[in-house]
């Protein structure tokens, strides 16, 4: 019953910017957090950040300093803003959220179907 519908990717060149979004829909009564992964062809999906309920944030080393994550929580939205981009950065992004459907639900995960970036150098 729970959708994630990711969008903001495309091609950009390196050292450009892209902002990514993912709204979340459907059977929700609160989400507990939400995050970014990331996965290139042939390598294992990494988690690139999260943000929790609470606001609290945390980044995989290799895109601190450079992507922002934050969240709307009335849109049941979260934002990832990719600055100065490198062609390493290019893969499939998927928005995770863990959600409860009810005030006795447990959270579970969802996921999107992802969104191409694509950094040319």
């Known amino acids: 019953q729970v959708q994630l519908v990711e969008s903001g990717g495309g091609l950009v060149q390196a050292g450009g910017s892209l902002r990514l979004s993912c709204a979340a829909s459907g059977t929700i009564f609160s989400i507990n957090g939400m995050g970014w992964y990331r996965q290139a062809p042939g390598k294992q999906r990494t988690l690139v950040a999260v943000i929790n309920s609470g606001g609290n944030t945390n980044y995989a080393d290799s895109v601190k300093g450079r992507f922002t994550i934050s969240r709307d929580g009335a849109k049941n939205t979260v934002y990832l803003q990719m600055n100065s981009l490198k062609p390493e950065d290019t893969a499939v992004y998927y928005c995770?959220?863990?959600?409860?459907?009810?005030?006795?639900?447990?959270?579970?995960?969802?996921w999107g179907k992802g969104t191409l970036v694509t950094v040319s150098s």
């Open positions: 995770e959220a863990e959600i409860r459907g009810s005030p006795l639900s447990r959270g579970m995960d969802y």
